[in-house]
């Protein structure tokens, strides 16, 4: 067993493009919250609405903790756009 990782840090800018500005809108507002308020021991995440576009930043001391982040902020989105659709 490997006793270190061979990554110091990972750290990755995501964009999500909507369809438009006012999809975008409406799902950064509904998320922003999870964003600010999630844990961050060993990852941090910043969020952004530029347009009808999202941007997540994620910066993590592990490839683990990297890769739960990425899946936390897609369920978030996927869950934002599901409500979304259901309630229109």
């Known amino acids: 067993m490997i006793d270190e990782s061979p990554l110091e840090r990972v750290k990755s800018n995501i964009a999500v493009e909507f369809e438009s500005d006012s999809q975008a ?13 999630a844990p961050d021991f060993r990852s941090s995440m910043t969020i952004e609405l530029e347009g009808s576009n999202i941007l997540i930043e994620i910066d993590a001391q592990d490839a683990t903790s990297f890769r739960a982040s ?19």
């Open 70 to 88: 990425v899946n936390s902020a897609i369920k978030w989105i996927k869950l934002a756009l599901e409500i979304n659709n259901l309630t229109n």
């Open 25 to 37: 809108k409406i799902v950064y507002d509904a998320i922003i919250l999870e964003f600010e308020t």
